[in-house]
């Protein structure tokens, strides 16, 4: 018997192994011996009208079915089961492929969206802190404040008290002018409703690495320590501007306003007036003005 290399397709093997399961080794080769050259006709006769294409594979298939077709072809079943395993594993593979796509562009939006969350939480902090710098302090403060003001307008703020006012220079470096500062205090308490006392610390030298708030933890951490509770700034002009628009050299300087806020007395630690103090300089002084 003349052998084909045309075989059936998958449709074909998987009925006949259907068929097979029921049948006996013995049944089956009795009707192995009886198949005749005209079964297959598609097989055994190849004729010039069988072409590779899906209409000829149809009818192929359509020719080699019969209920006594037993020549299965193992190899074929094997190889288009492998086919098929393939394009499974290609379809989970372009799968998994397009999950990990998306899961990492959501991860960049996540991050994007903390990123712009976290830009305007700045934002907003930094605006805040610029409200809060500006605020002036209560003439009759019941706490320890400090707030930021230029050499200007503290100025200005002395000189429109309505009353007599003591304005201290100092700073932070300046140990001279932290051990007279508790006598301002010792001022406000005797003198505290006829005379408003305040201070200004010029630590600012005008360096950008150094801004006036720089200094804000060192001059609270003092005034608190005095129990300073009255209008306290941290000068946001330069030092050498204030000293030279205030005209004095040095500090530790008092600066007395009378009431209509007139400059009328300045205490500098230098020339005549170094070692002045409080108690046998300023308040001597103020009380004279009182008087008047």
Known sequence: METSLCRPTVDHDTILLDRLATRSSQAVK????????????????????????????????????CPRALNVNKFTLVFLTGCLSFSLVGCQSKTDESTATATSTDQ????SDQSSDIATTDSTTESASDSETVKMPAADSQSVTVALTSWEDVQKTAASTNKITVLDVWSTVCMPCIKELPGLVDLHKELGDKVQC???????????????????KDVMAILKSIDAKFPN???TTPSDDVYAAADIDSIPAV??????????????????????GYHKDVIPYVKSLLEK
């Open 255 to 276: 600066l007395i306003f009378d009431a209509s806020g007139k400059l009328v007395k300045k205490f500098v630690d230098a020339g005549e007036g170094v070692g002045f």
């Open 198 to 216: 305040m201070t200004i610390d010029v630590d600012f030298d005008g360096r950008k690495s150094k801004p006036p708030t720089t200094y804000e």
């Open 233 to 235: 700034y941290i000068c």
């Open 108 to 111: 960049a939006i996540d991050a």
């Open 30 to 65: 009795e009707e192995k011996m009886q198949v005749k050259t005209d079964t297959f006709p598609a097989i055994h006769q190849p004729s010039e009208s069988l072409q590779l294409s899906p209409q000829g594979i149809a009818l192929t298939i359509r020719q080699s079915i």
